[in-house]
Each structure stands twice: as C-alpha cells, then as structure tokens.
C-alpha cells in the first residue's frame, strides 16, 4: 500500500485518541478529499465490471511521478444500486484498468481473418479505413447493409451511428441471449417489464422469495443481492428451485432440485393449488386481473400428484411451497429472474411465474414487488435531427411478434450468412465477445466470414475482436464520461459516469469514436457538438438537476418518485391492451398462441448424456473480466459439476480432468470435473465465459472450458425469438 | 464433505510448510552441541583412570563449531537477515525464540573459554599466536570450574532445542513437555556418539560406550511417553501423532522416520552392549573399532531423523481444522 | 481506549469474494496471498445438504501466540486490541505464522516480513470500516468497538449467542461468529 507521508503524519496524529468507528459518511467527493487533504482525489462514478451500474468511488493518488493512479473503488453509499459496497468485479475494476494486455492502439488486421496479425495505426488511419470501407460497403449495397451487435455501453454510441446512416440493423445480446424473453412475457402479463435498473422486487420486506433458478450470490447484482441477504436475515422463507444446490440455494428453508425442463409444470401446479385451495388475493385478482377464470380451468389439469411424477420432486414439497406463498401473500415474491433462454418456450415460463405473482397480489405490495418510481425525465437528444428512415426494414426481429426493440442477434446472424432479404455486410460488434454470447458459434463464425468489413470496439483482445477487420480501443469506464444514467430503483435518480483518470495508451471513449466516424462519414450533425461532458451537462440542465450535484455526489434523487406500494391515491397502472392484469392474454391469442401458459416437456438426455447447464460466478462476468488479475486469481478456471454417484460409476475423481463431448461430437477439454452432491444426477453445470482463445488474453487464455462452444444447437422460443441454450446434452471422457 | 476456500495462502493451506530442513538441522546440530559440552566436561570431570586428553580437546573446539554451523542454517531460514539484529535490540522474557538468540550470547564464551583452557600443553606449543596462547595460560586454572558450567550449559541448550517448538500451543505435535527431555535425550546420546567416534582409547570409548546405553535407554522411553502422552491427550494431539501410524502412502516418511528410529535406537544398544559386555583385548581389534563407530552413527541417524520428523510432522498438526 | 472486535454473521455470507478482493485492493497484497478468506463448508447428501459459509481473518486475539513468541517484538498488541507488524522490526523467523492457530499468516515475499490483517488500521484511523466490512454485499461482517455499549458490534453480541474459533487453543480470539447456519423458517 501507498504509506504516504500524508497518512503516517496522521497516524501519528491521532495515535493519541479517536474512537469514532462508524464508516465515515459520504456527503461529497470533494469535501472527502478536502478532510484528508493532500494527494488524494475522490471520483465518484458508475461500475461496468458488470451492467447493473453501482455507484462507485475511485480514490486516485499521484505515484512518485506525479501521475494519477486509481488505488481503490468503493461503493457509493448514495448509490441505491450499491448502497456503499462494491461486489468482488466492482473492487477489481482497477485489474481491468491496468491490465497489461488491453488493446492499447488502433489497429487494422493485415493476416486472415482469425490469425491475429495486425498493424497498429493511428486513430484517423482507423477511422478513414473504416468509413471509407463503410462507403464503399453502403454504395454497393445500402446502408441497411451495415449493422451492429452490441452488449453494454459502447453500443449506444454506435447506435447513433448506424442509424444515422441509415440502418435499423442493430441488436443486442441482452434481449435473446438472456432477458429480453422475460421482459417481453410481463409486459403482455402487466404492461411492465419486471424493472430496468433492478428488477423491482422488494426482497428485504419479504416473507416467502421463490427463487426459479435464479442463483442470487452466484449472480452477483449489488443491491439485490445486499437485499437477499437482508432477507435471509430477517428469516424470510426462501424456496430455491434449481437442479444445483446453488449458494441461494443453501440458504434456502426448502430446496427443490427440480428435473430441468419442467419449471412450467411446477409453476403451473403452484398455480393451480393457490386457486382451487382458495389462497389467492381475491380483491386484488378482481380489481386488477382478467382472464382469472380461464387461468383457474387451464391449471385444472396440473395436480400436485401428476407434478411430483414430471418434476421429480416430493408432492409434501410441492404443495407445502404453495400454501406457504398463500399463506404470507401479498408478502412474497417469485423472482422474476433474468437469463431466460432456456428451453424454448420460455415466454410461457415467465408468463407463469408473472401470473403467479398477479394473483398473489405481489405487484405493488410491501415484500412483493414496488411499483415503478415515479421519476419524469424529459426527453433529451441534444438537437440531433430525426434519423432516417431505414431504406429497408430491418430484419432484426425476424417472424416474432413480440420481439423487443433490442433485436434479435441470432436473426441479424442468420441474415448476415444467408444474404436474405438482403445482404449485411459491414458489422460493428461492441463491447461483446460474440462468440461467447451467441448460441452455435460455428454460425457466428460463419457469419463473420460473410462480412466485408467488421469493426470491434472493445477494451480487450477476445477472440471476437481478434477476428475483426478493424479495432478500436476503447478506454475502460474510469477513464471515461458516459451517461447521464436513469437510475430506477425504489426511487427514481440520476447517476453518472465520470473519467478517475485521463484514457491510458491510446484508447479513446465509445461516444468519441463513434462521433469521430460521424464526422468521417459526413454525418456531422449527428455528431457530438463538442464534449461528452457538455453534452452531459445540457442533459442535466433538461433533467432539472444539478449536473455539480450530480458530478459530486455520483447520484443525486428525483424528490418524491418513490411510490412504491398501493394505496388508495397510488394505484398501478397496467400499460396492456386491457390496462389490466392479463392472466389471459388476448394478444397471445391473436397471433395463436396459448393465452394462458400450457406445459411442454422439454426432451431429455440420452442414456449416458448429461444436460448441460450453465451459470454465473459472483467473481466474473461473462468471459470480460476472466483477465482481471484480481479475479482471475480468484478463479482462474471453471470446473464442470457432476453428481457424485454418477462420478462414482464413471469412476472418476475430484478435480479429475476430462473432457465433454456433447451430442453433435463437439469435444471440449480438458477440464476439472468437481464430483459434488449439489446436482441432480441428470445435469453438469459450469459457469459461463471461460476457455478463451485468444492467446493475447495471457492469463485467461485456454483456462477451463467455454460452454458456448458445447450450445451447438438452440429451440428459438417462438412468441419472442429468444434462444433457449439448456437443450444440449454432454458425454463425459475420460482424459487419459 | 465439499470444502471450498476462497483466499488461502500456500505456506499454511492445505499444509503449513513454514520451517524445513534447515530448521531441523539448526536443531540437530544445536542438541548435538550441546551433547558435546556436557559430554566432553564429562569426560573430564569424571574419576579418571586413563585420561584421554585427544579425545576432549577436540571436542570442546567441535562443540562450538558445530553450533555455529545449526545458527548458519537457522540464519538461512530467516527472511530478513539483514534484520537479524533485531534479536539483540530485545528481551522478550515470554518468547522462547528471543532465549535461544540470548542463551547463544552464554553460550558461546563458555564454550571458547572451555577450549581454551583444555588445549593440552603440547598442542598449545604448536599455536603461533601468542595473546591466544596468553589466553589459554590464563583459563587453565579454570578448567575445573569451566567444565562444571559446561555440563549444565550443555543441558540447557539441548533441552532449549525442545522448547522453541514445544511452546507453539497451535501445533500439538509440538506442544508438549516431553519434546525437550526428548531433545536433550536424543541430543545427549548424540554427544556420547560421536565422543565414543573421535575418543583414541578403548577405555574412553567403553565409558562412553556404557552411558550411551544408558541414554539411549532414557531416549526410548521418552519417546514412547511423548507419543503416549498425545494419545492420551484430546483429539488434536491425538490427531497429530496420526502421521507417524498411518499406513497412507501420504505419510510414508513419517512412518518410515519411526520404522528407522524403532531399528536404529535398540539395534545400536544391542551392539553397545554386546561391545561392553565381549571379550577385549587391550588394543581394539578393526571390527571391534567398526561395530562401536556402527552404532554410534545409528545413533546419530536416529537423533538427526527425530529431528527432521518431528518439524516436518509438528507443521501437519493443528486444532480443528475444517470439519 | 475502543476494543475493536469484528462480528461475523455466517447466514448472511453470500460467497461473493467482495471481501478478499477489497481486502487485496486496499493492502496492496501481492498475487497468491491473502489476509482474509471465505471457507464454504457442505456436509450431507444430495438432496439433503447444509452450508456453512465462514470468512476467516486475524482474530486479533487478547493473549496472541504470536506477540508471545516474536523475538523482537514486532508482533505486538496494541492499545486499541489490534494485533499489529511492526514490519522494520520483523527477522522473518515465521515463528509467528507457525504459532498462530489460524493459519492467517504469511510473508510476503517481496520484503520477507509477516504480514497478515490489521483491521485495516489505517482506515480506522480515517474513520472508516475495514475495506472487507465497508464491502461486506451480505453486510455478513460488522465492525466496531466492542466496549461501546452502543456500537453494533456490542448489541448484536448481547442479542445472540456467538462462538469464536479454536476457543481451545485459549487465544480470546476478538473475532465473533453468529448464526452459524441459515435459519430455516
Ligand atoms: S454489481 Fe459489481 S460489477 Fe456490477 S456494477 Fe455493481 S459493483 Fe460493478
Ligand atoms: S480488516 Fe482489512 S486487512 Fe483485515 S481482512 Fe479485512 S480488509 Fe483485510
Ligand atoms: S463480502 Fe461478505 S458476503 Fe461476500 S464473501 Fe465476504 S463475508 Fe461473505
């Protein structure tokens, strides 16, 4: 540690008394820095280690040289989304900063594609290259034919781009890939996605918390988690239904270990004996709700006995977990999770577990879910003109109806192989290790080799970015503006993202970049006028607050948003067809699906053939932080979890390596298996995002195993378009 | 049951490997020390019938050279060696370590003192160096005394190897009042070997042939009352001599380290005894000569492998654990 | 004088690593060592298991083997019940790592002394919770001056029924646990 003079003087100082041990507040970045005067400064800005945006402070202190470092970040105690406390990722938001082996230049591939040769070039060589390839592309084929996949926070500024040029060809990961299904299922059930910040379940008041799946601990989301356990202090009954023995899971009062597949079926027998015992909130489901008595002859069918047999779970449970959620009704919440590719149909999964909620009468209530914050923020572009129209529709949401506007990548995908309706031929793919996130990466291979030209934008060297044409290096989130954010918690508030430190080698800001290729594509007036940070405050200035406050603080609160209960002058409003509760939804029904959630078995393993199932770890996101120090070091590798009786009969050990094979011979391997007691016997687990292979990720590279390569094939869910991944089954070999 | 740990640190997870052999050499060498002192004023205080005077001068110079050579290892087990005055800077009356580094401070003047006023006449005729010669005129008359304080000096250091370890309540093997009578045991015993070793005469080598018996004898049962005393003691002692019975192939050295000391040990009083008890002529006959050095290496062996077995297996053990 | 003490809630520990590496950060603690670490326990077979989740740290015990065994005194206890290195004073004899029950010692290796958790004392002094509190996502760990009677810390250890660790090895360990288990409502 730095063991300034400044601190040792202090020391001394104050060796003589000071009791005073309650974390000293924080009112201010400047006023923290102030007390303790000298070198030290305080930003105070929003995490990306992952995307749930903490408020973050970075301390920056000068090293011998004068130059600025970043030597801790904390949590920002104003912060709703962190609450002061920073999870691991947040913490080691430095190891990304300092990595060594970050995409320090501009650089424009002179190899084959994928051979990672490449020549570094100065920032107006890139650009040029790249708009002039861009007009090219766009000459021959239309600007339709330029496109963009995106996760995170790169991909708004290229939005504007693409735009702009006149294509509406843009998807992100997060719609298909993980909870664009979810949103899409509450909004036909409540006319609301379950939360945009967070979702808005009011864990820490809760009496009974169903967690489907949901891996709360493991899936490291700050507040929430901080709430969960919370609630697991206060004794909240927790019911985990998983085929893991999750960390949830261990504080669970009743774990189910439940046959994967067959959610539905538990959700809807659940269902089933709230209504017919009576247990449901009756007021609530008559005032609010329609279609109650469709949704109570649908369920008919599902009895606990019949549930027992096709979840492989004990009926006592089963029935037991319902009456419990009648019991403390409106006091409890089924987790609306957020991954929900699984198995295909899993709109109607959501769309139980949202009914389920309804007539619980959790939404609006105290332990079950808050409503929306009531936060106005007048609408700001900063005098953009209006965006073209597209001069072909965009495909990106191919024969869903109820595809979300963040796209489907897999149909952007598809398109960009078959050519149809129209060849894509420029991609920009922002801030996400495509291969990684998409399903069947053979495709996306395919994909890539179909493209003219494709431009990463990203701060490390994936395997992804190692394929493009051109890549730009953007500078990480402590060296950055971005933002204003909205921040939708209980309340509603502002956060902010700004730099600690000036951008390190010569990587430049997303909103820069982007804005740089506005200009080089003769777009100035979609460019940035001047500055992020004036733009920034123009933003402020029509939100009505204080962008000083904001800057200072990292979050200032919109007074009186917070409404987050029903009461007689606060009543919820339902944003569906009916402006109610649909339990039965007409809309599903027009387009000829089953307006009320309808069981299907999921197909199950083959003999020999284990499902392979995968999650989180609360130290990684995905596969972008595996080459933090300070996360690598934690955990460097992923392990695959396997049923200790099933270890036993294979005769494998512990930490053993093998490899996995799964049904369409695709190996991966080798890999440690954890012989373990918390899985089912049908299933491996592993967490997602390791096995990277790009040799300039030199910690991460080739460590454990990447689960995407094993997900050859996906059930595409048909109302929202979302690819479940959980239908891919494994052969464990032996390594020899 | 499925343990999983975030944040250990390879010295002490999943077994502590603070001190190796180094240490245990320190230890050897410094009992062994100490056995020579005590041996060799023995050898000079004891009623004297063919006094053997090669044989103790020697000795008294060896003792000390050999405690230098253990603090040379024990030095190369330190960090910070640069630091190592930080030892003399400090008394710490509860620290058995900061003991070990004043006691060397005692030690090592009556050791020289010792060696100076035993070297024989004819020796001390050979030295050039004459304030050393003054030196040694000047401790001769003392010898009687020097010797008297060598004796429990001696003791002292053999049983202080015990006690570093002894003290170090988180290790059980090591915690424990019997490991320094083990120590000075073994560290006695070691002495009497290597003077039976270096004595010229067959009537030096028989006596301290017949205390060696004696020694070794005391050692064994020291021995069998240090593991019975943690088999007797609560689950972490009992946990701790676990090494030293198991049959995994894990702790194979521990097991071998008390297959050799249960062969080593007896055997050599076997042969002592068969040596005290045979037939002599005046002069040794060469098997004779072979037999006697024979068991006073074993003992050696045995006192060296205590050592070695007892730092590496006292790292092993502990309290609680993860259970 | 405060007598600081940390208690630990096991139920609320999600396993979350927030701890160690805030730890790590704020000590500047080189790569492979650790002064604080999260220990997950589960016993039983599927599907009926139990967890034990438990961070582990210098218990800053009231009669340290330690302190007693450091020749040179820079092991030492300190008047606000830290247990603290004075680093320029340290041999690196590691005595100290083997005397101490906890295995919570290490040297680091750069400069050869013993290091290990200090209550993060520097930030004590500036006011503010150790790093690994301050993170705490489970708000698992609590920190604070046991002889206040007002202090968190003091309130929850009269209002539960806590264990420290090793009470055998007779430390007095200033390291509390609770709620060993989660509740099972
Ligand atoms: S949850 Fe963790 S990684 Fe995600 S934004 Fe918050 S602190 Fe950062
Ligand atoms: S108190 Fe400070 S030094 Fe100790 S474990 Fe916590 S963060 Fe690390
Ligand atoms: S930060 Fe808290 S909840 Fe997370 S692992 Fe550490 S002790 Fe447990």
Redesign the pocket.
Known sequence: MAFSRRNFLKYAAMSAGGTLIADAPFFSARARAEAEGGNVRYVPTSCEMCFWKCGAIAKVEKDKDGKDVVVKLEGNPLHPQSMGRLCARGQAGIGQLYDPDRLKRPMIRTGKRGDGKYKEVSWDEALTYTADKLKEIIAKNGPESVSMMSHGSPGDYFTNLVKALGSGNIAFASFAQCKGIRDAAWELTFGHKPGSSCERVDLKNSRVIVLLGTHLGENMHNSQTQEFAEAVGNGAKIICVDPRYSTAASKASLWLPIKPGTDTALLLTWINIIISEELHDKAYVEQYTIGFEQLKEAVKQYTPEWCAKETDLPEADIVEAARDLGRYAPHVVIHPGRHAAWYGNDAQRSRAMAILNAILGAWGREGGMWLPANGKFASFNDGYPKYPDPAKPPVIKGDYPFAGGEGLTQVLRDTIITGKPYPIKALFVCGTDMLKALPAPDLTRKAIDNLDLMIAVDIMPSETAMMADVILPECTYLERHDGLFKVEARQAGVGIRQPAIEPLHETKPAWWIASELCKKMGLTEYAVKDSWEARMKRQAAAWGVKYEDVADKGYVTIPGSEKPYITADNQPEFKTTSGKIELFSADLEKHSFDPVPKYEPTEGPEQGMYRLLYGRSPVHTFSRTINDQWLWEIQPENEVWLNKKEAEALGLKDRQLVKLENQDKVTVGPVRVKVTERIRRDCVYMVHGFGHNSPRLKRAHQRGVDDQQLITRYKVDPITGGTGMRVNFVKIIKEA | MELNIVGANAITYPAMHVWDWRVAIYLFLGGLSGGLMTMSAINYLRPKKNFDSSCSWQITLLAPILLSIGLFFLNLDLERKLNAFWFYLAFKPVSPMSWGAWIVLFIYPLMILYALAALPKEVKAGIKNRSLRNASDAMQPHLLKLAKANVIAGILLAIYTGILLSTLVARPLWNSAILPVLFLTSGMSAGAAVMIIVAKTKETKLFFTKVDIWLIVAELIVLLLFFYGHYVGDAAHRQAIMPFFSSSHEFFPYFLSIVVLGVCLPLAIVLKFLEVTGEHTEELTTSGLLLMNASAVLVLIGGAVIRFAVVYAGQLSGYGGYM | MPRYV?VIDQSRCVGCMA?VV???R??D?ALDHY??RVVEMVKGEFPRLRTEMRSE??NHCASPPCVNICPTGASHKEEDGTVQINRHKCVGCKACITACPYDVRYINEEHGYAD??????H?LKEGKE????ATCIGRS?M?GDFDDPNSLVSKVLRENSWRVLKPEVGTKPNVYYINQFPRKS
Do not use: D, G, H, Y
Not at chain 3, 130 to 133: K, L, R, S
């Open positions: 940390m701890c805030a730890c790590k704020e000590n603690i002064r604080t740290l210098c290990k958790c200090s209550f993060c004392q930030r150790p790093a690994c509190v760990r920190f």
